[in-house]
């Protein structure tokens, strides 16, 4: 029986209490965020303990994981984390961080543990896939290996997604279930696999990372690429009669996709937060790729129906997003780093028995949201470089931008609960 030793985030210092109020007091209802809330550390460690780490958050796909043994790491709010199948086919997230002096446990991205152990690179204290220490060489005879398993965050596995938290009492997962069951299933992720990863490393704060995934204000001057398929780029009124083309072509192949929603208001307390937009393309564009036309074999229930010429998005917490075509599904996942630093990570998926270099080509799977991402980068580090300014005053969110408006008052609420006394 492994012992897991769970892991809180810390608190901010008491201190940090006074630079959130005084930032609070600054926040305008309409208005981005003031400056601080993207430059104060404080503020971050804010972030990091009453936001972040209070959420579900994935970080993989289990075709990742295949055997016992195999393993990647992902990091979270500053740390690593080794997620692993052990030999009893169960899913852990060990913290990458040894139990005698805290050497980083594991260097490499992916990889299969030999004979299913890790051996801290500094003493070679070595650990088995459950995390539980095995030898710890030339110890007292009294050591008693049993006390020094390694922290773990906990699991939760979603249509082949793996996601981990680090909350105290872990939110429930309802929304998420129903809102997978109404718009993921019917794109195989279970029976996914990983084409391909690729990380994005920005000099920018978390928050304007995913207040700019979750507005299409700018992708008419920023991603032209993108806008020439997604009529997401379009305002809902230039919208309404493709997504209303999108609703009957639905309905006439029979999938239950839920129309457009949004959950980050309306979760029940104690619940994750999860949304799933339903949008139609543009015109003769069937997947997110150069020619509008399909990059991979079709996934899911579109095997034997087609494409529609629909894609989804799918959000869970502060930091999953999901984008599904019928032949291809990205998991694109916000990683904060420190008050300044982020990365995002996108994981592209087929299914498992396409072929590379014969069912698809990783140059053409990858193209739009490798390029898309690109141009991303660009415009969230020039924002982050103009908020920093002690001149920045924030404007008004378009009404194009309803989404990150709300994303920010879904925040800004979390953080004022936090101040707040019980
Ligand atoms: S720090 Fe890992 S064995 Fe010493
Ligand atoms: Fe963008």
């Avoid at 806008?227 to 029979?254: C, F, I, P, S, V």
């Avoid at 001149?391 to 920010?408: D, I, K, L």
């Amino acid at each position: 029986m492994t012992t897991v030793q769970a892991i809180h985030f810390p608190a901010p210092p008491g201190q940090a209490s006074a630079s959130l109020r005084a930032a609070l007091a600054q926040c305008r209802p309409g208005h981005a965020l003031p400056r601080a809330f993207y430059t104060d550390p404080a503020l971050f460690a804010f972030d990091m303990h009453h936001f972040v780490t209070a959420h579900w958050h994935c970080v993989g796909h289990t075709s990742m994981l295949a055997a016992p043994g195999d393993f990647f790491t992902a990091e979270l709010a500053g740390e690593s984390f080794i997620l692993v199948r052990g030999d009893d086919g169960a899913v852990r997230a060990l913290l990458n961080v040894c139990r005698h002096r805290g050497a980083r446990l594991c260097d490499q991205s992916q990889g299969h543990a030999h004979q299913g152990r890790f051996v801290c690179p500094y003493h070679a204290w070595t650990y088995d896939s459950a995390g539980e220490l095995q030898t710890a060489r030339l110890s007292e005879p009294d050591f008693r290996t049993a006390d020094f398993p390694l922290k773990q965050a906990r699991v939760h596995i979603e249509e082949g997604m793996i996601f981990i938290t680090l909350a105290q009492q872990p939110l429930g997962l309802a929304h998420v279930q129903e809102a997978f069951a109404a718009s993921a299933r019917v794109y195989g992720w279970r029976t996914a696999k990983v084409a391909a990863r690729k990380t994005y490393q920005m000099q920018a704060n978390w928050k304007l990372v995913e207040e700019n995934y979750q507005e299409c204000y700018h992708c008419g001057p920023a991603h032209q690429e993108y806008a020439k398929r997604h009529t997401y780029a379009r305002t809902e009124a230039q919208r309404e009669g493709a997504d209303t083309a999108m609703r009957e072509r639905n309905a006439a192949l029979g999938i239950a996709l839920r129309d457009t929603d949004f959950y980050f208001r309306k979760a029940q307390p104690g619940q994750e937060s999860a949304d799933s937009i339903r949008s139609a393309m543009v015109d003769g564009v069937v997947s997110g790729s150069r020619d509008g036309l399909g990059v991979a074999p079709l996934m899911g229930d579109f095997k034997g129906r087609g494409y529609d010429g629909g894609s989804s998005f799918i959000d869970v917490g502060p930091t999953s997003n999901f984008v599904a075509y019928p032949d291809y599904t990205l998991l694109y996942r916000t990683i904060p780093q420190t008050v300044d630093r982020t990365a995002f990570e996108l994981i592209w998926l087929v299914d498992s028995a396409a072929q590379e270099g014969v069912d698809y080509q990783l140059d053409a799977l990858t193209w739009l949201w490798d390029h898309t991402s690109q141009e991303d980068r660009h415009i969230i580090e020039t924002n982050q470089r103009g908020v920093n300014s002690v001149f920045f005053e924030p404007g008004p969110y378009n009404p194009m931008e309803t989404y990150a408006r709300q994303y920010s008052e879904w925040y800004l609420e979390a953080l004022r609960a936090a101040l707040s006394p019980a």
